[in-house]
């Protein structure tokens, strides 16, 4: 049976809610305040979280920030329940990384179909994927199921290599993760001695580039060179970054499967997975702000383009317009042409650290 829980500080509308779902076959437990449901959440461990937004003590987004800072409950599915329907409230609960937004009053099959929906969604999600072609084609396929990532590549053909072939070199532009069928590879690192530095062997099931496609360089960070004849599937730079970023459940299982062969490098993936765009751009242009060489002289301001600035950090330029526009709009900047003057950087800064105002 599936565990929910529900956050609501209006007793009838927490008591109905539950009558609800657990006649829907739903093993439910109530908080009537977000301090309460937060230390429930911990302890119950539910599947899935439904959660008012207006409440005393601490409210909706307060509880989704906590849960989101614990590995426990970080992963759960959360739904904002709530009276406020306007769309800066709305776009600031998905910002944060809710995954549903419900408005009160709503329908009986409103409520139990989105949660049923994100259920299922995470359910496939969390099932175990095997670390070949096909294992890789069902997690894509999967994946796209997600509103925000249907636009996912479908091209997922297997290329051969033949032994001593170069995959990619160190300093090359990194712009595809590589996934390993079959076959044998080694990264390494040339020494300004000319000697080669062996940075690791990989086989098949094996992931390559994942941390020089994370990094502000945008270059590989080492040489791949077959070993042993390969085939190897190659995923683009878009489709990488936008299951690590665009859905929190998406890139929890992403992370895993990358993980399973980068241990060593796993916490640096599950903090970047968990800085939302919003948090990401507020951190570079705080950063970019500092630097003199990207500095206006006469505006004061950030001196880059839109396609350098997304490449930094590692989005789409389109992503990186759309919330550049959200943060104007929220006076925190001021942009004219490539120019970007930051107007109030401490709140610039508190979004940077929360994602939120």
Do not use: H
Not at 111 to 127: C, F, I, M, P, Q
Not at 306 to 331: F, V
């Amino acid at each position: 049976m599936k565990k929910i829980l529900l956050i609501e500080d209006n007793q009838e509308i927490r008591e109905n809610t539950a009558d609800l779902l657990e006649l829907a076959n739903y093993n439910v437990a109530t908080a009537e305040n977000g301090i309460i449901g937060v230390e429930i959440a911990r302890q119950f461990e539910p599947d899935i979280i439904i959660c008012d937004i207006m409440m005393p003590k601490l409210d909706g987004y307060g509880v989704l920030f906590l849960l989101s800072k614990n590995t426990k409950t970080s992963g759960i599915p959360f739904i904002f329940l709530t009276a406020k329907s306007e769309k800066d409230d709305m776009r600031k609960g998905m910002n944060m990384g809710a995954d549903d937004y419900i408005t009160k009053p709503f329908e009986e099959i409103e409520l139990l179909n989105a949660v049923g929906s994100r259920l299922k969604k995470n359910d496939l999600l969390k099932k175990e994927i095997t670390t070949n072609l096909k294992g890789i084609k069902t997690f894509f396929s999967d994946a796209s199921s997600f509103e925000e990532l249907k636009n996912l590549s479908k091209d997922r053909r297997l290329i051969k290599y033949r032994k001593k072939t170069d995959i990619y070199m160190e300093g090359d532009l990194a712009y595809k993760l590589y996934f390993i069928q079959s076959g044998k590879v080694k990264t390494y690192k040339m020494a300004d001695s000319g000697k080669e530095f062996i940075t690791g062997m990989f086989g098949s099931g094996d992931f390559l580039g994942a941390m020089s496609l994370l990094g502000e360089s945008g270059v590989y960070g080492e040489s791949a060179i077959v070993n042993e004849d390969a085939e190897i599937c190659a995923i683009s730079k878009d489709d990488f970054t936008n299951l690590i970023f665009s859905n929190k459940m998406v890139s929890n299982a992403f992370i895993k499967l990358l993980s399973d062969n980068l241990v060593e490098r796993e916490d640096q993936l599950v903090r970047l997975a968990y800085c939302s765009v919003r948090q990401r751009i507020a951190k570079k242009l705080i950063e970019l702000s500092s630097k003199t060489n990207l500095n206006n002289d006469a505006l004061k301001g950030i001196n880059v383009t839109r396609e350098d600035l997304a490449g930094l950090i590692g989005i789409a330029k389109e992503t990186l317009c759309r919330t550049l526009s959200q943060l104007k709009d929220d006076r925190l900047i001021l942009m004219e042409k490539r120019n970007i003057t930051i107007l109030d950087k401490m709140q610039l800064t508190r979004v940077a650290d929360s994602g939120y105002l």
